[in-house]
Structures are given as structure tokens and as C-alpha cells.
């Protein structure tokens, strides 16, 4: 995966994300592919590394689809911040969050594991 410079060069960054069970992504937005690092890879069950925008949303829990697809179309292409609390097929809860700065054709962002957050929002909810 090609990771920004800074980031790659840095080990250490490297390690902590890791160590946080943080994965990294990079949407290339011109070729409308993502890029996963192999622990985003594994956060989403994904078949592969490389995926395209219909390969990446089939991974997506059908209910969170619509609203990861516009979030991808509004905030992505338009170099603003995409922030996405979704399920999987599988029914994990991850969290996206990334933007693409004013001007590149890519996005860069992390892919993280809120499964036990959100299960606990979801218990506080139903408990009222």
C-alpha cells in the first residue's frame, strides 16, 4: 500500500497505529479504487487489498450502504471530511474517517474497530 510519505518513513507511526488496531486506507479518486492496509483489510473482511467503490461497498451492512455511498460521493470528491460510524455484512461496527485535501485525487484515512462502543450505545439506548 502507498502510504504518505511522512507516515511510511516513520516506523514508529507505523507501530502505533498498529498497536491501536487502527487500519490505514488511500482512495485513489480518479480510478475510484481503495487501498487497504492489511489491518483495514482485515477490519472489513475484505477479499482483497484493492477494491473498487462497488467491490468496497458489497463489504458495507446493506442498511449503512446508502449512507456510506453518499458520504463517499459528497464528502470524498469534495475534500471534505468523510466520518462514518457503519456496519459490516458481517454486522461489525467500524468507523471511516479520512478527506482528500483541496486539490490531490486521493483520500487518506484510517478504518478503526467500534464494535464494543457501539454495542454499549446500543444497550444505553434500549435500557431508556
Known amino acids: 500500500m502507498n502510504l504518505p510519505t511522512d507516515i511510511?518513513?516513520?516506523c514508529?507511526?507505523?507501530a502505533a497505529l498498529t498497536?491501536?488496531?487502527t487500519g490505514i486506507w488511500r482512495w485513489d479518486l480518479a480510478a475510484d479504487r481503495l487501498k487497504l492496509s492489511p489491518l483495514a483489510a482485515t477490519l472489513l473482511d475484505a477479499p482483497a487489498a484493492q477494491l473498487d467503490q462497488q467491490q468496497f461497498l458489497a463489504?458495507?451492512?446493506a442498511d449503512d450502504r446508502s449512507i456510506m455511498e453518499r458520504s463517499l460521493r459528497e464528502?470524498?470528491?469534495?475534500?471534505?471530511?468523510h466520518d462514518l460510524d457503519f456496519r459490516t455484512?458481517?454486522?461489525n461496527w467500524r468507523r471511516m474517517r479520512g478527506c482528500a485535501p483541496p486539490g490531490e485525487r486521493a483520500a487518506d484515512g484510517i478504518l478503526i474497530d467500534i464494535g464494543q462502543r457501539a454495542a454499549g450505545?446500543?444497550?444505553?439506548a434500549q435500557q431508556k
Open 75 to 81: 464528502c470524498l470528491a469534495m475534500g471534505r471530511l
Open 89 to 91: 455484512v458481517l454486522g
Open 19 to 21: 498497536g491501536a488496531q
Open 8 to 10: 511510511a518513513a516513520n
Open 59 to 61: 463489504l458495507v451492512h
Open 121 to 124: 450505545r446500543a444497550a444505553t
Open 12 to 14: 514508529d507511526a507505523v
